[in-house]
């Protein structure tokens, strides 16, 4: 119905009615709202793309849920989508689907009580070229109570602490389900780097994690260095894990140094009756002589899961300087 928009002057002989409005202009540092909706409901399904890949961790999507003061979605764009890299890279997995060229879908259900309100804030200080193309597809009906509410929250180590963990998830409080991870994983060596145990502490854990896995690409379903013959990496992306992203940096082969991995719980959630605490261990492993592990740097997460309300208000972001892909 619109009469004026970022596509006006190319539909200027068609009228109204004919793609005036298909996008929004998205201003240095201010934010646009993609959906406000009223009533109960779930949103079943999100599209979105923007034409620029380098302003991917600068945008910043949020969603708030029946009128909360703090939102219990806040991740860069891409990240949330398994494009932390800010390089296109398809992703063929059952929640987060990403097509050519940076289509980026989500069918993580979203339900809500009262009010969805979903937006996007630009952290830069230029104007997003061609504007945000989105849908948001929804469902108004009524809810059972009780029903837990989706939450996905973006946190970097960049350089993790030096025999430090990096810490995906910490302070939920509340009954919930922890769905899925997403890495994007970078080396500053030509080492090997994905040998961190993930650990799930629930309910009380304090020093032992009641899950611990065995290595990183363990637990996003590779396995022996995801080496394929050659010597090269093998990305891969399933429905429920994946590495679609191996970035080849400079020297030889071995020093592909961006990596973007996921891996969904869909069919073996981790559930959680008052509290989670996830952490990654940042280790490689040095092959000479004398063996041994050795800690890695810059990671970035972002962290899936549902709950119910209230939830606890999020660490804050960091400084827009410090968001963009090393």
């Not at 492993?285 to 063996?291: A, D, G, Q």
């Amino acid at each position: 119905m619109a009469i004026d928009g970022t596509a006006a002057y190319l539909a200027r002989d068609l009228g109204r009615g004919w793609k005036i409005s298909p996008s929004l202009r998205v201003p240095p540092r201010a934010s646009v709202t993609l959906a406000d909706i009223e009533g109960a409901g779930v949103i079943r399904h999100m599209w979105i793309t923007v034409e620029n890949p380098l302003t991917w961790r600068q945008l910043v999507l949020r969603c708030y849920w029946d009128d909360e003061s703090t939102p219990s979605v806040e991740v860069p764009l891409g990240d949330f989508f398994c494009n932390g890299w800010c390089v296109p890279c398809l992703v063929n997995s059952l929640p987060v689907v990403v097509n050519p060229r940076g289509g980026f879908n989500c069918y993580w259900p979203m339900p809500f009580y009262r009010r969805a309100f979903v937006m996007i804030e630009n952290l830069a200080p230029l104007e997003v070229e061609k504007g945000i193309y989105y849908q948001i597809d929804y469902a108004l009906l009524d809810l059972p109570d009780g029903i837990a509410c989706f939450h996905a929250q973006w946190r970097r180590s960049n350089p993790v602490p030096y025999g430090r963990v990096h810490t995906l998830l910490d302070n939920v409080c509340g009954e919930g389900q922890y769905v899925g991870t997403y890495f994007a994983w970078g080396v500053h060596n030509d080492l090997w780097w994905s040998e961190g145990e993930v650990k799930f502490y629930l309910d009380g854990d304090q020093e032992w994690p009641t899950i611990c896995g065995t290595g990183l690409e363990d637990y996003v379903g590779g396995a022996w260095t995801f080496e394929q013959p050659g010597g090269e990496y093998g990305t891969y992306s399933t429905p429920f894990m994946g590495m679609p992203q191996a970035l080849r940096a400079t020297g030889t082969p071995l020093a592909r140094r961006r990596f973007g991995m996921y891996r969904w719980h869909v069919l073996d959630p981790i559930r959680f009756r008052c509290d989670i605490r996830v952490t990654v261990q940042s280790l490689g492993l040095l092959e000479n002589n004398s063996p041994r592990y050795l800690p890695t740097q810059d990671v970035a997460t972002t962290a899936f899961w549902y709950q119910r309300e209230p939830h606890v208000s999020f660490p804050a972001l960091p400084d827009p300087s410090e968001l963009a892909p090393g």
